[in-house]
């Protein structure tokens, strides 16, 4: 199945000189949203992951599915002020600002193995942020998933944020 068909391209989103990769028109359609699943699911099955985490909020859509299909709990990871409990947050860079991130300080225990999914890899900020936080709290990074990577070239500052750590992409665009 050819999933980038299912990928709506927006130039100008969310600012000039930016292209949005919409991954609605992906999720409407069953066959697809199933084989997306599958795909970023499929190296991690039988490794022993615990949790996965998805960052807010497309990271959320394909996270949960992924934890059903590997047999994982789902942590969400989330902007200030949208967690109930004590979270620990850190802040990174965006291609257009800032930004920062949460998790709940006891969503993670010491040593526990951790897949982290997001629908896209751009500058690799959120990763990073997310991947900081995760270890903050002793878990143990077992990899990443993207639907999408938009770093072609391995040796840019954002891929070296993924240094030792298995990342699986599905669509590299």
Known sequence: MDL?????????????????????????????????????ARPFI???????VGMEARGFILGAP???????????????????????????????????LCIHQDAIQAGEKVLIVDDLLATGGTVGATIELVRKLGGEVAGVAFLIDLLELKDLPPRRKLDGVHTHVVLPM
Do not use: C, W
């Open 66 to 100: 992924i934890a059903m299909r590997i047999g994982a709990g789902f942590v969400p990871v989330r902007k200030p002020g949208k967690l109930p409990a004590a979270t620990h947050q850190v802040s990174y860079s965006l291609e257009y600002g800032e930004d920062t």
């Open 4 to 40: 980038k068909s299912y990928i709506r391209t927006v130039p100008g989103f969310p600012k000039p000189g930016i292209n949005f990769f919409d991954i609605t028109t992906l999720l409407k359609e069953p066959e697809a949203l199933v084989e997306a699943v599958e795909q970023m």
């Open 46 to 52: 039988d490794q022993g992951i615990q949790r996965v």
